[in-house]
T-cell receptor, first 115, second 116 residues
Framework: DAGVIQSPRHEVTEMGQEVTLRCKPI?????LFWYRQTMMRGLELLIY????????DSGMPEDRFSAKMPNASFSTLKIQPSEPRDSAVYFC?????????????FGPGTRLTVT | AQKVTQAQTEISVVEKEDVTLDCVYE???????LFWYKQPPSGELVFLIR??????QNEISGRYSWNFQKSTSSFNFTITASQVVDSAVYFC?????????????FGGGTRLMVKP
């Protein structure tokens, strides 16, 4: 089975530009998570969805960040406008949530560099 | 509030040594789940194990073993006869059953360096 798929794997952009990160979760999983990882702050949960509905976006740093999940097999994380401090690795993860708490499976990440 | 502490930020061992990575957690829930993930230099996060709070049996998988002790709120991870390929950052994580949506609280990670 394919794991969580993220694209692009690397993104270099200039400050002020719009950035869109994409994620395809594992088929059948009903939870999707977006994380950000930096050396300073470690792994941070940004937002998560259950059955395509955003449940908790309290980790989204500010209004420049937005996330959508139009269907069960696709999600996007958008940054507009981007800033150098947004440089990080962004991970998408998915899990199956029925009946218990299950492990999350992570995508390979998108390394974002904002110059 | 839930919290995970990995006090060892970095460990260096020589190949074939045994090494234990510590994980201490805090939670008010009686039902919770603990996890370990591995992040090798390539960057992806790899799931290793999930354990629920009612199962205190230790688990062994090849050279990996996990020691869960509720009395000390610890879920330690031991690698026996370490290999260079074990070099990675290892994260311990906690999820409370009462949290709304499978959210994980991660520890800060332990960087393990295995030297040949």
């Amino acid at each position: 089975d394919a794991g969580v798929i993220q694209s692009p794997r690397h993104e270099v952009t200039e400050m002020g530009q719009e950035v869109t990160l994409r994620c395809k979760p594992i088929s059948g999983h009903d939870y999707l998570f977006w994380y950000r990882q930096t050396m300073m702050r470690g792994l941070e949960l940004l937002i998560y969805f259950n059955n395509n509905v955003p449940i908790d976006d309290s980790g989204m740093p500010e209004d420049r960040f937005s996330a959508k999940m139009p269907n069960a097999s696709f999600s996007t994380l958008k940054i507009q406008p981007s800033e150098p401090r947004d440089s990080a690795v962004y991970f998408c993860a998915s899990s199956y949530g029925q009946g218990s708490i299950h492990e999350q499976y992570f995508g390979p990440g998108t390394r974002l560099t904002v110059t | 509030a839930q919290k995970v502490t990995q006090a060892q930020t970095e460990i260096s061992v020589v190949e074939k040594e045994d090494v234990t990575l510590d994980c201490v957690y805090e939670t008010r829930d009686t039902t919770y789940y603990l996890f370990w993930y591995k992040q090798p230099p390539s960057g992806e996060l790899v799931f290793l194990i999930r354990r629920n709070s009612f199962d205190e049996q230790n688990e062994i998988s090849g050279r990996y073993s996990w020691n869960f002790q509720k009395s000390t709120s610890s879920f330690n991870f031991t690698i026996t006869a370490s290999q260079v390929v074990d070099s990675a950052v290892y994260f311990c994580a906690l999820s409370e059953h009462n949290n709304a949506g499978n959210m994980l609280t991660f520890g800060g990670g332990t960087r393990l360096m295995v030297k040949p």
